[in-house]
């Protein structure tokens, strides 16, 4: 049975369900919230160490302006709602991606990640403002900067995850089947899962059976 350590979302379809049951993608969005949480839980239970969201891409700046700012809205309100409870649970928070947002958002994003930094159980990771492209042009300019040897450990170090284990597996919600500029280099050996659910409607059986499935693989990573 493998190990599960780390587990990746792309949390795809949102906007989808809000326009579905709702005609509103910003009530997609806030759905969307629930299911994180019920999806943090699960990852407690089930005593994985690594939990990586994919909230907010670089290409998600070209959505429409009251969009973005109902989606950062509703990021602020979860941080200053959530984080003591994410305290409690021995949850600590990192962010990966490039902290370029308000004032108000940036210093939210500080106090949480400081509050919750010494924290064991499990580590969430929000993936905001990221892209992975930009991740690894900017790791080289770093190496090239620092003089460093270009070696695969060097180039790691320069990487938003470099103290993160790659994931083991990658769930993408939606039906769509892409990986969107997400984790390109972290995910050559991860086993993907692309659910045809939209991620409001994702669930915690949905999820049990993609951890299950996951166990029972062969991992071979180029072996036989």
Do not use: C
Not at 22 to 38: F, I, P, Q, S, Y
């Amino acid at each position: 049975m493998n190990p599960l350590n780390h587990v990746a979302i792309i949390m795809d379809g949102n906007g989808r369900w809000g326009l579905r049951y709702k005609k509103n993608r910003n009530d997609g969005h806030k759905e969307g919230l629930n299911t994180v949480e019920k999806i943090i839980k699960e990852t407690l239970k089930n005593k994985i160490k690594y939990l990586t969201l994919y909230a907010f891409s670089t290409e998600n700046w070209k959505r429409p302006k009251n969009e973005i700012n109902f989606l950062f809205n509703l990021l602020e309100n979860f941080l200053a709602e959530k984080i003591d409870e994410l305290n409690k649970k021995n949850i600590k928070l990192k962010i990966i991606g490039i902290k370029n947002f308000s004032e108000k958002l940036n210093n939210l994003i500080n106090k949480a990640e400081k509050k919750t930094s010494k924290n064991k159980k499990l580590q969430l990771n929000l993936a905001l403002n990221y892209g992975s492209k930009f991740e690894i042009l900017n790791s080289f300019k770093e190496l090239k900067k620092n003089k460093k040897k270009i070696t695969e450990k060097n180039f790691i170090s320069y990487l938003q995850t470099k103290n993160i284990p790659d994931p083991d597996l990658l769930i993408r919600t939606g039906n769509t089947k892409r990986l969107s500029n997400f984790l390109l280099w972290q995910i050559a050996y991860s086993e993907i899962y692309f659910e045809k659910k939209l991620w409001p409607s994702f669930n915690r059986k949905d999820y049990i059976e993609i951890i299950n499935n996951y166990k029972m693989i062969k991992r071979k990573f180029g072996n036989i």
